[in-house]
């Protein structure tokens, strides 16, 4: 069952570590809604970061996504850059004053 592997092996931020509690399990989400396994439909009033400002299963997003994936996940900026790292930089200067 996931949930008692996931009180086994994960811990999750802001809970305890000795005494956790069962986490929902989260299927699929879709705009503000995070569709439960067990067949209940929440709306996700915490959100996470992204989702807050976006929203779940953008196809807009999510192609932009799995695009960037196909080349690099993710690169450290110690000594380091990619351009689609200096293109974002760009343009969020370029909508500042």
Do not use: K
């Amino acid at each position: 069952e996931v949930q008692a592997a996931d009180r086994r092996h994960l811990w999750h931020p802001y809970t305890s570590a000795t005494s956790p509690p069962t986490c929902l399990v989260v299927d699929r989400a879709e705009g503000v809604r995070l569709f439960l396994e067990d067949g209940r439909v929440l709306i996700d009033g915490m959100s996470s970061w992204w989702a807050a400002v976006h929203g779940y299963a953008v196809p807009e997003l999510d192609a932009a996504a799995a695009a960037q994936l196909g080349r690099m996940s993710h690169v450290m900026f110690g000594g380091l850059t990619h351009r689609p790292a200096v293109e974002l930089g760009e343009l969020l200067v370029g909508l500042t004053p």
